[in-house]
């Protein structure tokens, strides 16, 4: 989920340089790292090879890719632990982040609720999806979602947050995936599917008001529910 972090230095291939740099000075806010391709090369060996050794030494490589794809080796070796996932929670890095978040999901800890607060979209809905995922919800989980579902102004997080309560498929989060029949149409789409696990003749007026919705994706999935 997310886009690779970008990495400090490396412009898009084919960019045109600056003015500075065919002057032949350099720019001072450029830095080359010759060895970074090959530590996170190294990082992703280690995850094959078993080494959790030196994977764990690569979680304090200075670049956020090494330190993800280390992150990622541990798990594969199975020694990930909660301490490695919540110092990546807490990775200044937010594409590190994410992918704590992600590997969390499958986990019982550490705690997601509180990534829900994170300062960046992207990682608040990874922890939506990752919360929906778990194998018990966290205390708190559906009012923590709702309040996403219904008030957070990134349309992701919303139909992350409204997808994650269709997993839970708690009757308290219910109000708020109908609510979220009338946002966008990516969220109205998550909602519709978000329904599935629930009954009752609310749910079925719903249904058939989405199958009306003005987006033809709404109205095929509120089809399907409502035939299968």
Not at 47 to 55: F, K, L, P, S
Not at 72 to 88: C, I, M, S
Not at 98 to 123: H, T
Not at 193 to 216: I, K, Q, S, T
Request: hydrophobic share 45%.
């Amino acid at each position: 989920m997310g886009s690779e972090p970008t990495v400090p230095g490396a412009g898009a291939p084919g960019a045109p340089e600056s003015d500075e740099s065919e002057a032949g000075v350099p720019d001072p806010d450029v830095v080359f790292d010759p060895t970074l391709s090959l530590r996170r090369r190294e990082a992703a060996l280690a995850g094959h090879r078993g080494d959790a050794r030196t994977a764990r030494t690569l979680l304090a490589d200075p670049a956020p890719v090494v330190r993800a794809a280390a992150l990622g080796a541990l798990a594969r070796t199975g020694d990930l632990d909660d301490d490695d996932l919540e110092a990546a929670f807490a990775d200044p890095d937010p594409g590190l982040r994410q992918r704590a978040v992600a590997l969390a999901a499958r986990r019982e800890r550490p705690p997601l609720l509180p990534m829900l607060r994170d300062p960046d979209a992207s990682v608040v809905e990874v922890a939506a999806w990752a919360i929906g995922e778990r194998p018990r919800p966290e205390p708190g989980a559906v009012e923590a979602l709702t309040l996403l579902a219904t008030g957070h102004h990134d349309p992701l997080v919303r139909e992350a947050a409204v997808a994650a309560l269709g997993a839970l498929g708690d009757p308290a989060g219910l109000p708020a995936i109908l609510r979220g029949l009338h946002d966008r149409p990516a969220v109205r789409r998550r909602a519709v599917l978000a329904l599935a696990p629930f009954e009752g003749p609310e749910v079925d007026a719903a249904l058939e008001a989405a199958r009306n919705d003005r987006d033809w994706q709404v109205r095929q999935a509120a089809e399907e529910l409502l035939s299968g």
